[in-house]
C-alpha cells in the first residue's frame, strides 16, 4: 500500500501533493511480535493447534455443519471460528475469543468425530490437545 510508484502512497500524492506519508508503525510491530514468537515453541505449538482446529472443523462441510447444530440445539449464536493470519494479530486474537466462548460445544464435536468422522484419528488427536 505504501508503494512510491503505484501504491496508495502514489494516488495521495497525486491528488494532494503536499500530504505527508506517515508509514503504518503498528503493522511492524505486528510483524515484530509474530516473529519474536516463532522462537517460542510451546506459543508455535499452541498456535498450530488452533490452526488445526480452525481447518479440521470450517473446511469440512459434515463437520461444519455438526459444529453449527451443537450450537443451535444449545439455542447459542452461531459462531463460526477465525483462521489465524499470519500478519494480523487482531485475528489471532479473535479466534482465541470465539474458541473460548464455544469450548465445551467444540469439544462436543470433537468427541462426536472420534467415532463417526473419516478423520477419527485427527479428531482424536485435536481431542487430546484440547483437553
Known amino acids: ?3 512510491v510508484f503505484s ?3 502514489k494516488r495521495v500524492s ?23 514468537i516463532q522462537n517460542n515453541s510451546v506459543v508455535v505449538n499452541f498456535f498450530d493447534t488452533v490452526q ?6 470450517m473446511n469440512g462441510h459434515t463437520r461444519y455443519e ?3 447444530k451443537i450450537q443451535a440445539d444449545k439455542k447459542l449464536q452461531e ?3 477465525e483462521r489465524l493470519v499470519e500478519s494480523r ?3 489471532w486474537h479473535t479466534s482465541l ?12 464435536v470433537l468427541e462426536v468425530l472420534t467415532v463417526q468422522d473419516d478423520q477419527t484419528a485427527r479428531a482424536i488427536g485435536l481431542l487430546e490437545e484440547f483437553s
Not at 18 to 32: G, P
Not at 52 to 57: A, E, M, N
Not at 97 to 108: A, M, S
Open 52 to 57: 488445526s482446529l480452525y481447518k479440521y472443523l
Open 79 to 81: 459462531i463460526h471460528l
Open 7 to 9: 501504491g496508495v502512497q
Open 1 to 3: 500500500m505504501s508503494g
Open 97 to 108: 475469543k470465539k474458541i473460548l466462548l464455544r469450548y465445551t460445544e467444540i469439544k462436543d
Open 14 to 36: 497525486d491528488i494532494v501533493p503536499h500530504a505527508v506519508y506517515i508509514h503504518c508503525h503498528v503493522h511492524r510491530l505486528n510483524l515484530c511480535l509474530i516473529q519474536t
Open 89 to 91: 494479530w487482531s485475528y
Open 66 to 68: 455438526l459444529f453449527m
